[in-house]
């Protein structure tokens, strides 16, 4: 499991978290019971509004933004180390939007959640083939219904396979719409790769920042993360 209060990853057995010394009998004082994650109904896609406040959130510190993206490339090629990197990333932005200072050190910050972002990263990439096997719109879903995996994992301390159904529970009330914002991410970093290689380094974060809003936006921050932001 995970503490609450600093996301680290700890036995099951403890009552105490060993790096911050929180209490793990209960929640946090204050703070009501945790209950079961339920999606929010009647949800729908927003491609373009939330690319377009994505651009205007990357443009505010587009220099950062390029220097993060260009290691995330770098790192990401090491071997299961994407799922990491890319909860990093997302941990980067959520400071963002909540005005929060951000550093550059926070794309770090995924190894906190090593074990489940890595098995997440494995099990999205097999699932993906397999849709990928059958037809190319079949993996396109499974990529647009997993999107949101890692922000829950980061955000509402999941495991691998609860953030995996979650995010499957957000999509498929709008898997057209969820597909379509798939697929304009893609085209959109397709576009970075033809400008010379160099614009992904802009639509990497982009795409990034898409979604962190889209889940801000469906979801919304879970309180103890805030805090500990």
């Keep these: 499991m995970f503490c609450h209060n600093c996301g680290t990853q700890i036995p099951n057995d403890l009552q105490f978290c060993t790096h911050c010394g ?5 929640p946090p004082l204050g703070q009501p019971p945790a209950i079961p994650w ?6 729908r896609s927003h491609t373009g509004q939330w690319i377009g406040s994505g651009w205007r959130l990357v443009k505010a510190d587009l220099g950062t933004y390029v220097l993060l993206a260009l290691v995330y490339i770098l790192m990401s090629g090491i071997p299961l180390i994407k799922g990491p990197m890319t909860a990093g990333f997302h941990i ?9 200072r951000a550093e550059f050190s926070d794309l770090f910050t995924g190894f906190n959640f090593f ?12 699932f993906v083939g397999v849709g990928l096997i059958f037809c190319i719109v ?5 990529a647009a219904a997993l999107q949101f995996t890692y922000l829950f994992i980061v955000d509402r301390r999941m495991d691998f396979w609860p953030a995996i159904q979650s995010s499957h529970a957000v999509v498929k009330q709008d898997y ?7 697929i304009a991410l893609g085209l959109l970093n ?5 400008c010379c290689l160099v614009g992904v380094l802009v639509t990497i974060p982009i795409t990034l920042a898409a979604v962190t809003i889209a889940y801000q936006e469906i979801v919304g921050f879970d309180q103890r993360t805030i805090q500990t932001l």
């Design 22 to 26: 929180q209490s793990l009998a209960g």
């Design 92 to 100: 980067f932005l959520m400071k963002k939007l909540l005005g929060r």
């Design 38 to 43: 339920t999606a929010p109904p009647g949800v």
């Design 115 to 126: 074990v489940p972002t890595l098995v997440a990263s494995l099990i999205i990439g097999l």
């Design 138 to 142: 079949g993996s396109l879903v499974v």
């Design 176 to 182: 057209f719409g969820f597909t379509m914002f798939v």
């Design 190 to 194: 397709l576009l970075g790769f033809i």
